[in-house]
């Protein structure tokens, strides 16, 4: 089996590998400005989706501008968020060069698009194919891929351990090829129970004395995290910004998530913002918690509610995820100042960081891959792919960190 890395490797972002020249797995882009895409577009014969986030599924459609139209093969959900992401990436981006397609190829997606369930195996590229549930977001999914002679395992991005939304991963899929994600490579997660409790005790704290609590979240994903916290909290609140379209979507498939009735409580729970005749303003104005996007300040609702909020400080903004270095989230959790709409805004608010990931963390990366200690092991999508690589052979795996471009034959 010979396979191709054209992103995502010794990196976070454009993850995307061409297996046997004939089946890709993933096209995603790396977000910035300007955003980075794979370092090839190709022309496989299909497309195989481990999930619905931008770095994983952002380029999707731009592999169908030419007269090439593989299928693409995902989850359910992942073919649902992948549309949504597209279809933002052409409202904020369309018509530029940050844009790597247009509606037309969207459409395209619709009609070459092919759903499956986990465990189910089909054919692709003359592949053998198989989803797992990988516990990251609902629909994620390890993908196996046997061309009859070696099986790889794609791990996509997973986390091990249980989030409200989602059950971690138990599928330890057979492989003679690992390749795994490594996000969180050197860091230990806190236990999830505590980093919720002190979450929600935070919050409540701030309500009480009559402050407005922002809780920046992506849409994808930890946008419901939170939504099931504060339900299961008892914290009244609201709901803004793309993560409302994702979360009615997300009602439609009950069997991807951990707890369909909790999730239906969670969503009536909250109150979802709809930002018409100044209701975001009025929002601000009482006591209240709002979740919205974007998860690290660089768009979105979070840009009105932010300046509104950032003199007092009683108010509070959370962040519930990773800060990209150089973002105004990273900025405003390191310096207490964000440029929000072109200025540099210092905020008195209180400023928090919780650990809410929906990724394996090193206890569990090293946990899944004790499963294939003797199966060669291909680190990638992480920012110390090398570094972890070399941990792991030191005690006795057969691991390595491809670059961007290499091409191995397993």
């Not at 054209?6 to 300007?34: C, K, Q, W, Y």
């Not at 089909?122 to 994620?140: D, M």
């Not at 091990?160 to 860091?187: F, I, N």
């Not at 390191?334 to 200025?343: C, F, K, L």
Request: a negative charge.
């Amino acid at each position: 089996m010979d396979i191709r890395f054209l992103g995502g490797a010794h990196e976070v972002g454009r993850s995307a590998i061409l297996v046997n020249d004939a089946l890709l797995l993933d096209f995603g882009m790396l977000t910035g400005n300007p955003p980075r895409f794979p370092v090839e577009t190709p022309e496989p014969d299909a497309v195989v989706v481990s999930h619905g986030h931008l770095d994983h599924v952002g380029a999707i459609p731009s592999l169908l501008s030419g007269d090439n139209r593989p299928p693409i093969h995902w989850t359910p959900p992942t073919y649902e968020l992948a549309l949504t992401l597209a279809r933002d990436t052409l409202k904020l981006h369309g018509g530029t060069y940050h844009c790597p397609f247009t509606e037309n190829d969207v459409k395209r997606v619709t009609e070459t698009s092919q759903t499956h369930g986990y465990r189910e195996t089909f054919a692709a590229a003359g592949h053998e194919v198989t989803f797992h549930n990988a516990g990251h977001i609902p629909g994620s999914a390890h993908v196996t891929v046997d061309d009859g002679d070696t099986r790889l395992l794609y791990t996509g991005d997973f986390h091990t351990d249980d989030q409200r939304l989602v059950s971690g991963t138990t599928a330890r899929p057979d492989a003679d090829v690992v390749v795994c994600e490594s996000t969180y490579a050197d860091v230990d997660h806190d236990d999830r129970a505590a980093v919720e409790k002190q979450f929600a005790q935070s919050v409540k704290t701030t309500l009480w004395e009559g402050g407005t609590v922002v809780i920046p979240a992506f849409a994808i994903g930890r946008t419901q995290e939170m939504m099931l916290v504060c339900a299961a909290h008892d914290i009244p609140c609201y709901v803004d910004g793309m993560g409302k379209q994702v979360t009615e979507m997300l009602r439609q498939y009950p069997a991807f998530v951990r707890d369909a009735d909790a999730f239906r409580r969670a969503a009536s729970h909250a109150r979802f913002v709809t930002g018409r005749d100044g209701q975001r303003k009025r929002i601000t104005d009482q006591s209240a918690a709002i979740i919205t996007t974007s998860g690290m300040l660089s768009g979105g609702p979070a840009m009105t509610y932010i300046p509104a909020i950032r003199s007092n400080p009683v108010n509070k903004v959370t962040m519930t995820g990773y800060q990209v270095e150089g973002t105004p989230g990273r900025n405003l959790v390191e310096s207490g100042r964000a440029e929000i709409d072109g200025r540099v805004m210092p905020v008195s608010a209180q400023v928090e960081q919780y650990d809410f990931s929906a990724h394996a963390d090193r206890r569990g990366l090293r946990a899944f891959l004790d499963s294939y200690h003797d199966t060669p092991i291909l680190i990638n999508h992480g920012d110390r792919c090398e570094t972890f690589a070399a941990e792991l052979a030191d005690d006795g795996a057969d691991a390595t960190a491809p670059a961007v471009g290499d091409e191995l034959s397993v």
